[in-house]
């Protein structure tokens, strides 16, 4: 039998932002009787509202789908990864690859023409469209045109994407930025969960209303990310003392937005509750494995909308699915650094994760 999953279900996923006493009385009371599943309640602070600490595993058995001989290719998740320029190609390659060793069916990769060439080379797995425009190789006069037309390249196959992730290996040019806004109010209005990371996170910050309001899209800084999002959205400093309230007001702040705060341990808020992933990952900070846990993410929360869909209609108290991928993304891919560093020690990089990925879902949730 599979584990309960740590939030929401059986909780009223309303009640954790709550500060008044009586609801905080009960949440203590019902964190309590949590006991059997594992749960650990921190305070965040005087009044604030407890962080639970998730029941990561619980979680993916839940949602992983079963290797069904009667599905088709595609409807275990078909994801796209909007980054790679000139300069960074690994990133979008490390959240498009993980994407597919975890259980995907098809990953795209929409880049630069510099970058795809070089994309394409690190495997014949990913399926990369070369169509993003960097400041440098057009004309002023040419900008609204293809502008137009990238958009329109991305268009044509947004509908059939489960979840888009912007910002591997994105890079900071304005005109490039400028258009993957447009593809990302696209996806907005398609309905297409977007993951926001590295570059992405430059431009979501300094246009905030690109994901305010969005239930479908999670935000995963890391350290300087989030920083300057507090600094733009809440306008003070990062608090470290009270960082799930801060998180969770934060959240709130942009309108019920998911929010993966990358450290030494994951806090995840989507404005209501606040959960933690601190399961012992690796010690090495090798640069990559947000990547990989952009591409964890966009499929766990893929897989969960499904799985919540497919079960019952949607209520107010149905747990929030991109709150689940992003529980289920950071503990695999913790798994997966703890396995490499296990066998490569100080030389552990982030492909020696990736080839992880596999056997920690497989130990977790066996595929027959
Ligand atoms: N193998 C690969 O291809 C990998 C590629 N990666 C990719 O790298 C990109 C940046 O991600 P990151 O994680 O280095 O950003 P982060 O920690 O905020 O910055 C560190 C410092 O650098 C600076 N800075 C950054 N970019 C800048 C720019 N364009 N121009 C000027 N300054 C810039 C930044 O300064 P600040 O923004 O604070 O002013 C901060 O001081 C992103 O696309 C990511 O996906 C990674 O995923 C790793 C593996
Ligand atoms: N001090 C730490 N101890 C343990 N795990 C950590 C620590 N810092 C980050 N992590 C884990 O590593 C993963 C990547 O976080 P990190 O902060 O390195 O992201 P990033 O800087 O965006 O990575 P990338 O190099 O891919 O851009 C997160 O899921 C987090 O769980
Ligand atoms: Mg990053």
């Not at 600490?53 to 290719?73: C, F, M, Q, S």
């Not at 169509?131 to 947004?158: C, G, H, N, P, Q």
């Not at 964890?296 to 108290?317: D, G, I, M, Y």
Request: with cysteine; charged share 25%.
């Amino acid at each position: 039998m599979s584990a309960p999953i740590a939030i929401s279900e059986g909780l009223d996923s309303r009640m954790w932002g709550s500060s008044s006493s009586s609801v905080l009385r009960r949440q203590l009371f019902l964190i309590r009787s949590l006991g059997g599943f594992r749960h650990k309640a921190q305070m965040a602070g005087r009044g604030a509202s407890p962080t639970l600490e998730a029941d990561a595993e619980g979680v993916i058995r839940r949602i992983t789908p079963v290797l069904d001989p009667i599905r088709y290719k595609g409807q275990a998740g078909k994801i796209a990864v909007i980054g790679g320029c000139r300069e960074y190609t690994g990133a979008p390659y490390f959240a498009a690859i993980s994407a597919l060793k975890i259980g995907a069916d098809l990953s795209h990769v929409f880049c630069t023409k510099d970058a795809a060439t070089v994309i394409k080379s690190y495997s014949p797995e990913l399926i990369v469209h070369p169509i993003l425009e960097e400041s440098y190789s057009i004309r002023d006069d040419e900008k609204a045109s293809v502008s137009t037309k990238i958009l329109a390249e991305v268009a044509k196959w947004m509908e059939r994407f489960d979840c888009i992730i912007v910002g591997p290996g994105l890079g900071r040019d304005p005109f490039l930025l400028n258009c993957v806004g447009d593809i990302m109010r696209h996806a907005t209005q398609s309905n297409v969960p977007i993951v926001v990371d590295g570059d992405g996170l430059f431009l979501v910050t300094n246009n905030l209303d690109l994901v305010k309001d969005n239930s479908l899209a999670v935000l995963t800084p890391n350290i300087n990310e989030y920083k300057r999002l507090v600094d733009k959205v809440l306008n003070c400093e990062v608090n470290d003392q009270d960082g799930s309230e801060q998180l969770l007001q934060l959240a709130k702040r942009i309108g019920g937005v998911t929010i993966l705060r990358k450290g030494k341990a994951d806090l995840i808020s989507d404005g209501k509750t606040v959960s933690r992933v601190s399961t012992y990952g690796s010690p090495r900070r090798c640069g990559g494995q947000g990547d990989i846990l952009s591409g964890s993410v966009a499929v766990f929360s893929s897989w969960a909308r499904h799985h919540l869909l497919s079960n019952k209609q949607p209520t107010e108290r149905s747990p929030n699915p991109m709150i689940l991928g992003c529980i289920a993304g950071s503990l695999l891919l913790r798994r997966a650094a703890a396995l490499a560093f296990e066998n490569k020690k100080r030389a552990t990089l982030t492909t020696d994760i990736i080839e992880c990925l596999g056997k920690s879902l497989e130990d977790i949730c066996p595929a027959v």
